[in-house]
C-alpha cells in the first residue's frame, strides 16, 4: 500500500498534554478494512523484531526511563502506521519524537503502567489492535 504521507504541522505543546511466514492477522477490526490491518500487522510485527522490542521490554524492567524512550520509538512508529489507514482521522496526527516525548509525559501513573501493560502483550502477541484501541484516540 503505497500513500504519499504530507509531513503534519508541529503540534503545539498544548495539544499533546491532552490526555519466513505471514504474521497470524487478529480479527479483522469493524474500523479497520481486513487487507489494511494485514498491512498495518506485518509492518509493525516486522519493524518489532527489526528495532529488537522485545529484548527492549524485557530490558526496561521497571525502568520507567528506559519505558519512556521506548515508548516514544513505539508511539511515532504505530502513528506513521496508522496514518497510512483509513483509520488516519480518528487518532492522533504523526508526531515527530519530541512531540511524542511530551504527549508521554502527559501520562499519570496508572496511565503509563496501563500503557506498558498493553506494549508487553502486543510486542509478545503481535495483535497491536488493543494497544491502538486503548489509547490512541484523538481528545476532543
Known sequence: MDID???PAPLP????????MSPPIPPASPDLPRD????FTTSI?????????QGRVDEAGD????WRELSCDILVV???LLSRTTLSESFLPVLTPDEVDEFLKGFDDNDFREWKD?????????????LVAHRMHHYA
Open 36 to 39: 489494511q490491518l494485514t498491512a
Open 78 to 80: 504505530l502513528l506513521l
Open 63 to 66: 525502568n520507567d526511563s528506559h
Open 13 to 20: 505543546a498544548s495539544a499533546l498534554n491532552n490526555s519466513s
Open 5 to 7: 504521507v504530507e509531513p
Open 118 to 130: 498493553k506494549v508487553r502483550k502486543s510486542v509478545k502477541e503481535g495483535n497491536w489492535m488493543d
Open 45 to 53: 510485527k516486522s519493524i518489532s523484531s527489526r528495532n529488537r522490542w
